[in-house]
T-cell receptor, first 111, second 111 residues
Framework: AQSVTQPDIHITVSEGASLELRCNYS??????LFWYVQSPGQGLQLLLK??????LVQGIKGFEAEFKRSQSSFNLRKPSVHWSDAAEYFC?????????FGQGTILTVHP | SQTIHQWPATLVQPVGSPLSLECTVE??????LYWYRQAAGRGLQLLFY??????ISSEVPQNLSASRPQDRQFILSSKKLLLSDSGFYLC??????????FGSGTRLTVV
């Protein structure tokens, strides 16, 4: 069955530390891939997207993600986390016009 | 530029009362439109999507319905709300590789 998995429900990092949020998908073909961020009580903001070309994509706020076809993964990374990055992060897959989300990863940043 | 408007921002309704949430998009024509619900601890669930006026697809059986009376208007409704309808409702437009843009959401509490 088609699915999007974010295995980490909650991650805590110290400010200035590096970050990697994991995302795996299960689809017959390579879908469109997205990462969104949601601050409490807010809508969703697109961080970055991938649909073809260079497998390392750059997004807003210093985030990047790498598509690895062999691992069906699209992990989100940031070299140095800021306190303002604390939020919930969603990986999403676009396939035949529909967007399916992972369960989300809550990021807590310690000072 | 394209914008998406969603209202109201918050809503408290008694069980058994009707519901109408509205979403409008500006700056684009014939957009694909979507309604998502985010319940506590349950991620984002696609409820309805529409590829054109009067064309509605339902993803999950539920107490809600959707309509698209105009090209850039998408309405989520219920005749009688249940407690389980509480959640954060998000409207979105877009699709394909260019991503999806979300509204700011409506927090619905059914009491």
């Amino acid at each position: 069955a088609q699915s999007v998995t974010q295995p980490d429900i909650h991650i805590t990092v110290s400010e200035g530390a590096s970050l990697e949020l994991r995302c795996n998908y299960s689809y017959g073909a390579t879908p469109y891939l997205f990462w969104y961020v949601q601050s409490p009580g807010q809508g969703l903001q697109l961080l970055l997207k991938y649909f073809s070309g260079d497998t390392l994509v750059q997004g807003i706020k210093g985030f990047e993600a790498e598509f690895k076809r062999s691992q069906s993964s699209f992990n989100l990374r940031k070299p140095s986390v800021h306190w303002s990055d604390a939020a919930e992060y969603f990986c999403a897959v676009g396939f035949y016009g529909k967007l399916t989300f992972g369960q989300g990863t809550i990021l807590t940043v310690h000072p | 530029s394209q914008t998406i408007h969603q209202w109201p921002a918050t809503l408290v309704q008694p069980v058994g009362s009707p519901l109408s949430l509205e979403c409008t998009v500006e700056g684009t024509s014939n957009p694909n439109l979507y309604w998502y619900r985010q319940a506590a601890g349950r991620g984002l669930q696609l409820l309805f999507y529409s590829v054109g006026i009067g064309q509605i697809s339902s993803e999950v059986p539920q107490n809600l319905s959707a309509s698209r009376p105009q090209d850039r208007q998408f309405i989520l409704s219920s005749k009688k709300l249940l407690l389980s309808d509480s959640g954060f409702y998000l409207c979105a437009w877009g699709g394909g590789p260019y991503g999806y843009t979300f509204g700011s959401g409506t927090r619905l509490t059914v009491v």
